[in-house]
């Protein structure tokens, strides 16, 4: 019966038939499995932990040793493994902080081919909690960065060893795909990445439906949790007539002047004095038709929704590189209910994003990052995302460092031999929680949420009242963050402070 759960909950992912357990080869030397655990139940549908042991001692002796990711827990002590585990961790259905790469990818590659421990035939054991996203990101990573595989030839071959044949891609994610690309130019770079903290000066939406809430979140805590910067709310909406957009550079944001066609995501530097709000009259004409040159294909999705520039009144600043635009969609209901009914959200990293790794190329001081619909990533790691709720995204970022004053923290792989900086692991008991890894889905929710309800986690995200560089906004006027508000002329709007751009 314990086998037939196993089968049931592995799923699209191929299992090891000489292990009998949900696990498999990348390479002769890289093992991913989902993540063991050592209590009741969910030792009968998940690998048993002393069952994998079993096989990986019988295997290869002691010559093994894992590589864990989960934010939520791994579901048994280090002591089960003979306390030969490093732990990175970082939440489900999320790519990982940038920072944590090098040193993911020394760690395992001191591991594997440091001659000093003479291990030779070792293998790295990976894993999260179904071995597939999060472990399928590092997987590929090492491949590129450590054994000079290309992005497409290490996807190809995570899915092949990973997932039964017609039951897609190994690493799905969109985001998660966007870092392993970030890994490929890093490491043809140098394998140097510049940490800086960041600044969201504007974010432009094009076709935003009513009832949709905003937020910027990032990283804090090493990557162990996702902290809500700031949700926008009504007052820090700039409502252009929605019928169309012109040939300003709110239409050039967003490729609409492209006659070439619309890209699903892309990003560009510009002089963040651009965006100085005192001359908004310069970034939107609002005395031409807004009509775009390439119309964004809408068929098939609700029609309508207008152009907005979303404003802080309150400076946004995340303490890294790392930044997630989330969005959800709520319908009024009845009887203090709401209906949720869109959740997507897209991750970047603007060193990346701004040429950061380029050959002979400084960081860029700013940049735009630009992203459509369809292209974000959708509720707990699917392309789900329900109805639509906007078309097309245009961030607007620069980075700090030279305000601040302080130094960018330069962060290189450490080389072979050195010690290399292991992450502090989370609580291995929450692991077998079996709402570790929920999150934000469609469906009833209560209308006006408390404050405890208000910063639920979110596809495993914990939502932190931590403070940091940025300042926690306060989230207890939830319907003023997802009011529809009513589209106007540019000229019929009040002056909203800017904080940050050019002089």
Not at 86 to 101: G, N, S, V
Not at 215 to 226: K, L, M, P, Y
Not at 296 to 322: C, K, N, Q, Y
Not at 326 to 352: C, I, L
């Amino acid at each position: 019966m314990a086998s037939i759960l196993r089968s049931i909950v592995a799923g699209p992912r191929l299992r090891n038939p000489e292990a009998g357990l949900d696990l498999c080869y990348v390479t002769d030397n890289i093992i991913v499995t989902s993540g063991p655990s050592s209590t009741y139940p969910q030792r009968a549908y998940r690998n048993p932990t002393d069952a994998l042991v079993k096989f990986l001692d019988e295997k290869h002796g002691e010559k093994w040793a894992i590589w864990e990711f989960r934010a939520e827990g791994t579901g048994y002590p280090d002591t089960e493994v003979y306390g030969r585990i490093k732990h990175y961790p970082w939440p489900d259905h999320h790519p990982p902080p940038f920072a944590l790469i090098p040193n993911i990818m020394a760690s395992m590659r001191n591991w594997l081919k440091d001659p000093d421990t003479k291990k030779e035939g070792a293998v790295v054991v990976v894993h999260c909690k179904a071995g597939k996203g999060r472990s399928g990101t590092v997987a590929c990573s090492y491949l590129i960065s450590e054994e000079q595989w290309s992005k497409d030839d290490a996807l190809a071959r995570f899915t092949a060893r990973r997932m039964r044949a017609g039951f897609g891609a190994g690493v799905s994610i969109p985001s998660q795909l966007r870092w392993v690309g970030y890994v490929e130019r890093w490491s043809k770079t140098g394998k140097v990445y510049v940490e800086r903290p960041i600044e969201i000066l504007e974010l432009h939406v094009w076709g935003l439906r009513d009832g949709v809430k905003v937020a910027i979140e990032g990283f804090v805590d090493e990557g162990r949790t996702i902290k809500s910067f700031h949700v926008f709310k009504k007052h820090e909406r700039l409502v252009v007539d929605g019928t169309a957009q012109n040939n300003s550079i709110f239409a050039d944001l967003a490729g609409l002047n492209n006659t070439s066609g619309t890209t699903k995501a892309r990003s560009k530097t510009v002089a963040t004095s651009q965006f100085d709000t005192r001359q908004s009259a310069s970034l939107i004409d609002a005395t031409q038709a807004l009509s775009p040159a390439t119309p964004i294909d809408t068929s098939g999705h609700e029609a309508g929704g207008g152009a907005v520039i979303f404003r802080p009144s309150t400076r946004i600043i995340l303490p890294t590189s790392d930044i997630c635009v989330d969005f959800e969609r709520r319908n009024k209901a009845t009887y203090g209910w709401t209906m949720v009914t869109a959740v997507a959200h897209v991750w970047f990293n603007a060193y990346f994003e701004g040429l950061g790794p380029e050959p002979n190329a400084k960081p860029s001081p700013n940049g735009i990052f630009e992203i459509e619909w369809d292209a974000m990533d959708g509720i707990k790691g699917s392309s789900r995302k329900g109805t639509r709720a906007l078309d097309h995204l245009a961030v607007v970022w620069k980075a700090l460092d030279e305000e601040t004053q302080a130094l960018p923290q330069i962060i290189t792989e450490p080389a072979m031999g050195e010690p290399v900086p292991e992450s502090r692991a989370a609580d291995w008991r929450k692991g077998d929680a079996e709402n570790s890894s929920g999150g934000k889905d469609l469906g009833l929710r209560i209308e006006s949420p408390g404050p405890k309800s208000t910063n639920m986690s979110r596809a495993s995200s914990i939502k932190s009242s931590k403070s940091g560089l940025g300042q926690v906004t306060n989230e207890d006027d939830d319907a003023d963050s997802v009011a529809g508000v009513k589209s106007h002329r540019l000229d019929e709007e009040s002056h909203i402070p800017h904080h940050g751009a050019g002089p």
